[in-house]
């Protein structure tokens, strides 16, 4: 069985770095794109970022380009999420999740972490 953990949310002040990590355990997840979404109560879920099976190619959400990154380490099974320059509407809770590159960016996915909630205070 496939799982998905994330961790390294926390309160930061706005300006400031996170680094979010999401570890993957049981089968394999190599060949699978992986992804962070973010969601507020009461909001949609929001796409953040996606990296492919072979980690050529990234996506973000034109709000997050040029302060996430977002990278993995097949031979750790764990996905990052470099946040940088945070601001008050980054505050959420973070999911990681697995599947293909183009379910990503449709909100779709095979499996799905528990989240970990990032806060940045103004």
């Known amino acids: 069985q496939r799982q998905l953990v994330e961790s390294g949310g926390g309160l930061v002040q706005a300006g400031g770095s996170l680094r979010l990590s999401c570890a993957a355990s049981?089968?394999?997840?190599?060949?699978?794109?992986m992804g962070w979404f973010r969601q507020v109560p009461g909001k949609e879920r929001e796409f953040v970022a996606a990296?492919?099976?072979?980690?050529?190619?990234?996506y973000y959400t034109d709000s997050v380009k040029g302060r996430f990154t977002i990278s993995k380490d097949d031979a750790e099974n764990t996905v990052y999420l470099q946040m940088n320059s945070l601001k008050p509407e980054d505050t959420a809770v973070y999911h990681c999740?697995?599947?293909?590159?183009?379910?990503?960016?449709?909100?779709?996915?095979?499996?799905w972490g528990q989240g970990t909630q990032v806060i940045v205070s103004s």
């Open positions: 999740a697995a599947g293909s590159s183009e379910g990503l960016r449709s909100l779709e996915a095979l499996y």
């Open positions: 049981g089968r394999p997840f190599s060949g699978y794109a």
């Open positions: 990296i492919s099976g072979d980690s050529t190619i990234t």
